[in-house]
């Protein structure tokens, strides 16, 4: 796999840390599979990855009580999505994320393999989805996979059931 592209000049730039990771690599590709048209052809991987940083400051901006709008039910639907492309990686099962999420903002989002639930995130203002850095992005998809590994490892039969 090659490394991410414009890590230290794009808007997402926001702090020094090794952002060419597997989950970071997966959400690139993810996103630039969707483009269609060519629209983010001439974007750097930061760019794309820009969206998902939302600062303490922005966070604040947006009231407390909302509903997500399309973009950011987007971008939470391509974050779970690798979340399961990475688990799927990773241990050659299929884990795609299943999600319910109210017209508020509140929900769940469960992936299984075989009959065994390896990971359960319930999931609250939506609206604000986003995360302070691209190194935190990393960490919170990183973390969600090694946990789903982990209940893998622990029940192999029932994730191959």
């Not at 319930?122 to 590994?149: C, N, P, Q, Y």
Request: glycine share 8%; with cysteine; proline share 4%.
């Amino acid at each position: 796999m090659g490394t991410l592209t414009g890590i230290t000049d794009g808007p997402a730039d926001n702090e020094d840390w090794d952002l060419a990771t597997p989950f970071l690599e997966c959400l690139v590709r993810l996103i630039r599979a969707q483009d269609t048209h060519g629209a983010w052809e001439g974007k750097s991987d930061a760019d794309l990855l820009a969206d998902f940083i939302l600062t303490k400051e922005q966070r604040r901006e947006i009231p407390i009580i909302g509903d997500p709008d399309p973009d950011v039910l987007w971008r939470l639907q391509n974050f779970y999505s690798c979340v399961g492309l990475v688990i799927e990686e990773r241990t050659g099962l299929l884990a795609s994320p299943i999600m319910t999420i109210s017209h508020e903002g509140f929900g769940r989002a469960l992936f299984t393999t075989g009959r065994l639930v390896v990971l359960w995130k319930t999931l609250r203002d939506v609206h604000r989805f986003g995360f302070e850095t691209l190194g935190k992005l990393s960490e919170s998809g990183t973390k969600m996979v090694e946990d789903a590994i982990a209940v893998i490892e622990t029940y192999p039969d029932m994730a191959r059931a």
